[in-house]
């Protein structure tokens, strides 16, 4: 019932965007498929063609998203074509790091196993390695307890967006304390790329630091491997073979 | 032969309990699949018409139990339609937690391997991470010794199933020392989630430990967080999710 | 060609161990499956009509072999119907055993990762976890160097098993040190078990003393657990677990 | 368009370079599969037929090379046959270490997650177990800031390609800081052997070192299972399952 409504009432799209929405399905398997989403977590990208508006699932886990399931949504997270359909309360994260963020087109919050024991630990994440030169130097930690008090650790309200977007600031990375992380990039290949190496840095810098005296990338060469990281060639290659991996067979643009 | 007699002894079951026994199915799945429980381990659901009984599959590894394999069974752990089968011979853990706790409707007893290392060395699990709050502010830990002397450590009798309550009291969960954990939750799907989590929990604390100082959920957290966590919504979009990893592809009532 | 000829001279083998020949098969799968065995290690069982002869496939990796593999050998391990085919080196450690241990009608040689490094710091694997009962108090470490100074590590001549038999002594299991394990039991599925459940403490037990001070099984502890491991109920339900995920999919014998 | 000119101007191979590349896409899909490499890391062949040139896939991931991908390339690593195709731009990884090393046929690059850590804690990978004794006594370290300065870690020219040749010098295997890793032998299966076993050797002795003190493998052990791993029984055996594990159903050659 609700289905049959949506399809009557969906916004008819362009084929530009309708593209679009097709790679964000792709990105919500790969991230599940790679494990830096489980059952929650979500990833969206801003309208192609309106800066105040986003994509994001409705309330489904990522590995099950369809094109069916992406809703249209305005920078405060009003949902623009709902149809009965029910919507992920974190929402805000998203909403707040594009209304803050003009450079950021796609986001993507998860609770990536390797991630948590350095939210609770006081952060700490720095590249030691040419893959992760994209999370950035830094990977700042954001407690919602500084804002918000005793809460049950979601962001579900504006004001908990814009605090989370304060603490992520420039940073394409930032930890959430007792909750997961958000990455938010410039479009949507590189997000789900950051996602991905920033889960893979952190579990590898855990075992760096068990071994011993850690050499991290220089300024220099965080600076060096995230323009290398981001160049066409690269992104396509990842992306070719992540989407293979969960599933679509399909050759993509490479 | 026994299988034949089975099906012409079979209670006559309401629609209501067949639902409720293809989800116990499902849930066995589940757990084996996420790696909660492998050839041991075992999960029941008390009787949704009739508090004084509980189903649980007849002894086999959770992977392969199907609805033929479901048996019903007094608090006392006598089988109401054993037909022949055999039984798991720890069902006291089940018969007497539904007989001690009113509010407890599915229990699952499960030797995930990050638990057991808790387990030996004194217990100290708690959440770390919304998704764990769940698992209650405290994880208490039972020894067998304690009460029983040198055993095998099997839960086989309702004396042992006894102690083992007691120990659980109000609590979700509790570590077994040198065999494994229980969760005890008010329906099934918070029993598969509380299982998988504290499963997760245990193993990112212990990495967290090894970073450094943690942060633990505050006490309100716990509560806040714990209510989240059932909420139908979350409780339903996980039970989706890992229903169709373990090859369940009908949609689910979400 | 070389196939033609073993089909032409193979025994004809009575219905018992063409049967038991199939579970060999089954083993090896299982083995490799649950990730015991690489593309290196072996499975045997001692001739269940003539105890001075024993069943092991051709040099092939585990995971591959098919009833046409498996080969007949007496004790100093020569081949009764080569046929041609290849042969494990490392045949001698069945061979020896078999020899010198009239309890013993399965033997497994593996390699299983988490044995490593407790084979080259000294060893120290006690049983921490109900399920690894059947391992037995302690597993000693054997070490070529101390007969045969330095070689390959490899045990390809009787001289060489004896002296690993010797180490092994009436135990289970016992580490060899800079390569890997050996498993001893009394028939084949006790076998396959205690090798799953010698790799998975190995792992915990190094988890656990991460955490803190370990209570390992008692000495009765350990006598109870054992006798309870290689009950028939326990043996066939993890039997018919492991088949089934390596692919087995007709009902064994449960 | 690309494709087509490609296929008009491929050169007529011999049935026997037919053949090893054949054996280079498996390998390619092994490398994957065994998880030595990720969306990136490459590997090659020396031409069979003239020392003087190399085979190596176009820019696109391992697990996805297929027949047509295969370009040949000079020791400078100037395509002999682009026909359009994007070319890694680490080539000269390959090219040099040919050039430099007249005993190498197979090149390996990877960046395999165990490695990583040792690569920027300075090193100290040496063999503790038979299997990996073929990755030589000791693994060099090779830091391409020594020599270049601030960079974004990629070996792009053939000057940074014959300063890591320098590095590797006779040896087997090489880490590269904040990189990844090189493994250079006399063929392809060996190249494959090494690459897989010094993953697996890095994660072990990590493993090890929390355990207590170390044995390695003596100098003498290492050539003499060095000699071992490289027999042609060993390294057919190791192929046959992992080409079988990739997918690859086909007989080989054993």
Redesign the interface.
Known sequence: MAKKKAAAKKPAYSKKIEQALADLVIANRILANEGVI???GHCSIRHPENPGRYFLAR???P??VERGDIMEFDLDSNPINADGR?MY?ERPIHGRLYKSRADVNSVCHN?A??L???G???G?IKP????A?CIGHDVPVWDI?ADFG?????VTNNAMGDSLAKTVAKNRTCLM???GAVVASHDLKSTVFVAIYLM?NA??L?????????????D??VK??E??NFKE??QN??W???A??AGFKTAVN?
């Open positions: 489980d059952a929650f309330s489904r886990s590995e099950l029910t309360s609770h196993h390797s948590i024991p350095f609770v630990t006081g700490g030691i390695w040419h893959v030169g307890r005793e809460t049950d650790l979601l304390r007792g909750h893979a579990a590898l855990k075992e760096a630091r068990e071994l011993g005296q850690v050499q991290y990338l220089s220099a060469e060096l491997t323009q290398m060639r690269s290659r990842a070719e073979y992540w293979r991996r490479v």
